[in-house]
């Protein structure tokens, strides 16, 4: 069924889609636009087709933004977050929760992208423009930093980044000896708890070391909660 117009189409229980493949490189994928799947069984469909190709993705020339075909590019959009929505969902009842997951992190990508054109709409005010670009920059943040919950593993890259970056600049500047003492003290500047670290004179909170400390405690504290946050939103759906 490559390329196929399965739009508005109806499934149920005693579909049988077998091995059937949505999508190649001649034809691209099937457009699945507001498909009624119901109990149709998707376990044997090749998912991994469909991810490679983006015939579903929508347009990427933006030349045009300013002229009446945006209009067009917005329901591109909307069309192809509305379709990636529809088969997270039933693929997550189904229990592929891989594939699944591919789907709802390219809906949050997609959303990304529609508000940073919206941004660029001539009707809107500057205020307007700035509150779209605020949420483009955030949306881009948490991407960033653990692919909206979806990505966990760069989270965890970028704590390791932060530790031994500023160990670094612990070693450098704060002239401490880089194994053990600036690793855990950058450990536990993360987490806040690494500005007083257990030196024999009180030191000035001048000192480039207690600096460096508290700019780490304060980027740990951000990670942390946007962290939480993002998982407590792909999770518990909040």
Do not use: C
Not at 126 to 135: A, D, G, M, V, Y
Not at 141 to 165: C, N, V
């Amino acid at each position: 069924m490559e390329g196929a117009i399965l739009k508005r189409a109806i499934f149920d229980s005693n579909t049988q889609l077998g091995k059937s493949i949505l999508s190649n490189e001649e034809f691209g994928a099937a457009i699945l636009d507001d498909v009624g799947w119901n109990a149709v069984n998707l376990t044997e469909v090749n998912w991994e087709l469909v991810k490679a190709l983006s015939q579903q993705e929508p347009r990427k020339n933006r030349r045009d933004w300013t002229t009446s075909d945006t209009e067009g590019i917005f329901n591109e959009y909307h069309r192809a977050i509305r379709t990636d929505l529809q088969l997270a969902h039933v693929l997550q009842e189904q229990g592929l929760n891989e594939v699944s997951t591919y789907f709802a992190y390219r809906v949050k990508v997609l959303q990304r992208r529609l508000i940073w054109l919206h941004a660029f709409q001539q009707k809107l005010n500057l205020l307007q423009k700035t509150r779209n670009l605020i949420s483009f920059l955030f949306s881009l943040f948490l991407d960033i930093l653990a692919g909206y919950g979806y990505r966990p593993w760069r989270s965890f890259l970028w704590y390791l980044i932060i530790i031994f970056g500023f160990a670094m600049s612990y070693y450098t500047l704060g002239h401490l000896p880089l194994l053990p003492d600036a690793f855990v003290y950058s450990l536990t500047s993360f987490h806040g708890r690494g500005f007083f670290p257990g030196f024999t004179d009180k030191p000035s909170l001048h000192e480039p070391l207690v600096i460096f400390a508290g700019l780490e405690a304060m980027i740990g504290l951000f990670i942390e909660i946007s962290f939480i946050a993002t998982f407590t939103q792909r999770y518990l759906g909040k």
